[in-house]
């Protein structure tokens, strides 16, 4: 099975079009991966290759023993990432209309296509979903709330909770504050220009496979900008389909350049303009014309340098199209340098450098906390039951406990009694409650957890006893970091593994 985004190009334009999407595809692999959601790091490849294998379908070719690959690749990917496929989902769907106007015939297996992407989200759907508490709801503009300019001006009292339809800061906002607004997102937007560049020109295309990229990357736009999740989950819908709308801008930047050199001095002045020009500055007071002046002056010199470079084509008789074609490349120059450099300096500190230690309370699991957790993979049996102490983000924090740390069972590999309740169903329906997020919120379980947490720091033999026999607990971690422990729990436990701030113990041994 093959696959091509055009018709075949000269080697220059090849050269443009796969160093481009190489450099663009690894900052995104770095931008993508992060420790507290690795989903979407698992769902690219997956939903790439569905993407190449669609490709091929739209462009009539036989697909074979590629068939049997969908409906497994499908379910993958929705187990992955349940933001994945919708995306997919919606450009399929688009680019097999425009097949059926096209040849005035039925896409059959376009159709049968679709039909094993829906019935993989929905089975993935009823295996991979949990519960019943959902975040995600339609809020227009929600975004919004992610923005420094409007979350530090309209949205200042917004709140976690979503708070209708529509976010208040949006209902109160006034004309002046619909301008305003109006701005911000047209600022995002054009920060999204090495995504969008090539849907701007779908309507000149034929070929199904650009309707199919630009489908899906319009599909992630539009739930990024109609959904509401109170940690912007929506975006992953943007996310998934992103990279796919920087194919499309690379596939006609390379059909539109007559000649190498127009792309190649975007690329390179693009680069430049990235590395050089001075980044956007909160303004010394938090007002809408404030915010408004300081996203402006960057725009205003980007268009004067626009204005200069349409002076000097005409003045050289050169045809507008080569501004076009500079403009993309430049977009996309930008976009590959800020990425690059984000990605360099991130490796350069991790291997070179030579800041301080992290504070004990930072966001990081020492290599005596993993070592632990991986000897209890290594002794504990497979049904064996675990308690913890270890429950927060950072691994001291308390009150409110933002109850994401999930190493103890991700290592450890066994069921945790209490562990982290971030992700449940009564603490995410609870969002909002008190002002706080869904993952700040207490323990759905207050008895169950206070048991749990006097084990650790009062050992009292009659909690002990409790936790192992009603609970079916055999294995405890205590982490010193977390909290105090008693020295009691010696007693009436096993100590079998020490490393650090962390002690396994084993009860009934």
């Known amino acids: 099975m093959t696959s091509a985004l055009s018709k075949p190009l000269r080697p220059a334009h090849w050269a443009l079009t796969l160093l481009p999407w190489a450099l663009v595809a690894a900052a995104w692999i770095v931008a993508l991966l992060s420790y507290l959601s690795p989903s979407q790091t698992y769902a690219m490849p997956l939903l790439g290759l569905l993407v190449a294998i669609a490709v091929d379908l739209l462009r009539g070719r036989p697909l074979g023993p590629a068939w049997f690959l969908v409906p497994p690749l499908a379910l993958a990917c929705a187990g992955a990432k349940s933001s994945a496929l919708p995306p997919l989902v919606a450009g399929l769907t688009l680019a097999g209309l425009v097949a059926w106007w096209q040849h005035r015939r039925f896409p059959r297996a376009v159709a049968g296509f679709l039909a094993a992407l829906v019935g993989a989200m929905v089975i993935g759907a009823l295996l991979f979903a949990g519960g019943g508490a959902g975040t995600l709801g339609l809020q227009p503009l929600s975004l919004l709330r992610w923005m420094e300019p409007y979350r530090s001006t309209l949205g200042s009292n917004d709140g976690v909770a979503p708070g209708g339809l529509i976010a208040p800061g949006v209902q109160g906002a006034g004309t002046a504050g619909a301008i305003f607004i109006v701005g911000i997102l047209s600022w995002w937007m054009l920060t999204q220009g090495a995504r969008l560049i090539g849907v701007a020109f779908l309507r000149r295309r034929t070929d199904p496979a650009a309707w199919l990229l630009g489908g899906m990357v319009a599909a992630g736009f539009d739930a ?3 959904l509401w999740h109170p940690s912007a989950s929506q975006l992953y819908f943007l996310l998934c389909a992103a990279p796919f709308g920087v194919v499309l801008t690379v596939w006609m930047l ?3 350049s007559r000649h190498w050199w127009t792309p190649v001095a975007g690329l390179v002045a693009g680069a430049v303009w990235a590395s050089c020009s001075p980044t956007v500055t909160a303004p010394a007071n938090d007002t809408k014309s404030g915010w408004a002046w300081a996203l402006a002056v960057p725009l205003l010199r980007v ?10 084509l005409i003045l050289l008789r050169r045809p507008l199209r080569l501004l076009v074609v500079a403009v993309t490349a430049a977009v996309l120059g930008a976009s590959i340098a800020t990425g690059a450099a984000a990605s ?4 350069w500190r991790s291997t070179f450098g030579r800041e301080a230690p992290p504070p004990p309370t930072a966001r990081t699991i020492t290599r005596e906390e993993m070592r632990a957790a991986l000897w209890l993979s290594d002794h504990a049996r497979n049904d064996d039951v ?7 983000v950072p691994v001291a924090r308390s009150k409110p406990c933002d109850a994401r740390a999930f190493w103890v069972a991700g290592l450890g590999g066994r069921r945790t009694l209490v562990e982290s309740w971030g992700y449940s169903d009564a603490t995410v329906a609870a969002n ?3 002002g706080l997020k869904y993952v700040l919120q207490p323990p759905p379980d207050p008895s169950t957890y206070a048991l749990n947490q006097r084990v650790f720091t009062t050992a009292d033999p009659t909690d ?10 055999r294995w405890l971690l205590a982490d010193r970091r977390a909290g105090p422990v008693s020295p ?5 436990a096993r100590v079998r593994y020490s490393s650090g701030s962390v002690t396994v113990y084993e009860l009934g041994a």
């Open 303 to 312: 268009a004067g340098l626009v204005l200069v470079a349409a002076i000097l």
């Open 254 to 256: 390379a059909e539109r």
């Open 432 to 434: 909002g409650v008190d």
């Open 464 to 473: 002990v006893a409790q936790l192992h026999e009603a609970y079916g607990v």
């Open 344 to 347: 360099a300096k991130s490796l």
């Open 224 to 226: 990024a900008l109609l």
């Open 386 to 392: 675990v308690a913890t102490n270890v429950h927060c």
């Open 488 to 492: 009691r729990l010696a007693v009436l």
